[in-house]
Nanobody, 119 residues
Framework: VQLQASGGGLVQAGGSLRLSCAASGTIFVANTMGWYRQAPGKQRELVAAATLGGSTNYADSVKGRFTISRDNAKNTVYLQMSSLKPEDTAVYYC??????????????WGQGTLVTVSS
């Protein structure tokens, strides 16, 4: 199983970016898909997550600015980021907790995509 993230880049404060992450190499559907981020010198933190059933949760710092969505048929999760701030600068990682019905280990991570917000 591989998670391939894309969509990062350099954007000015107030701008928008859309991240995508597609899971491949499995026929099983992802359970909870999420985005985490890690800024230099800081711990990795949850940004947003979406369950297969449609529930979502967000870090307080991104509520009202970021929107997570997913396409279950494609095992793909998106993160629409708006009103970006310099403090949103980080490497963003997608995550899948497990694939429903798939045996083996849980916890899958994408390779990370860098988001840089200039002031």
């Amino acid at each position: 199983v591989q998670l391939q993230a894309s969509g990062g880049g350099l954007v000015q404060a107030g701008g928008s970016l859309r991240l995508s992450c597609a899971a491949s190499g499995t026929i099983f559907v992802a359970n909870t898909m999420g985005w985490y981020r890690q800024a230099p010198g800081k711990q990795r933190e949850l940004v947003a997550a979406a369950t297969l059933g449609g529930s979502t949760n967000y870090a307080d710092s991104v509520k009202g600015r970021f929107t997570i969505s997913r396409d279950n048929a494609k095992n793909t999760v998106y993160l629409q980021m708006s009103s970006l701030k310099p403090e949103d600068t980080a490497v963003y990682y997608c995550n899948v907790d497990h694939f429903i019905g798939r045996p083996g280990p849980s916890g899958y991570w994408g390779q990370g995509t860098l988001v840089t917000v200039s002031s």
